[in-house]
């Protein structure tokens, strides 16, 4: 079992910045991908941000609504993976999720195999 457990979330004007932060216990070498989904009130759960493992650095993968403000990154000696939120629209405004897979899927959250609680990101305009 891996345990992810998310923080970081919370109120910013738009065009401000928030840095999400998921730690992972656990059997951790089980995964392969860690990524972030997110999921407004009335909507689908969305692909946000990925890393795929053995983790060599990088760039990451990114939604394309994202892709340019936010930076997925990850600490080895913490086992957190961050999520780097820049430029925040109020379009932004979710309840972020980390994942952890054991497959090399990123983009879909069928997917993945282990969940955090989530932290609300609320971007005010």
């Known amino acids: 079992q891996v345990q992810l457990v998310e923080s970081g979330g919370g109120l910013v004007q738009a065009g401000g910045s928030l840095r999400l932060s998921c730690a992972a216990s656990g059997q951790i070498f089980r995964t392969r991908v860690m990524g972030w989904f997110r999921q407004a009130p009335g909507k689908e759960r969305e692909f946000v941000a990925a890393l795929i493992f053995p983790y060599r650095g990088g760039s990451g993968y990114y939604a394309d609504s994202v892709k340019g403000r936010f930076t997925i990154s990850r600490d080895n000696a913490k086992n957190t993976v961050y999520l780097q939120m820049n430029n925040l629209k109020p379009e932004d405004t979710a309840v972020y999720y980390c994942?952890?897979?054991?497959?090399?899927?990123?983009?879909?959250?069928?997917?993945?195999?282990?969940w955090g609680q989530g932290t609300q990101v609320t971007v005010s305009s």
């Open positions: 994942a952890a897979a054991q497959g090399d899927v990123y983009n879909d959250a069928g997917k993945y195999d282990y």
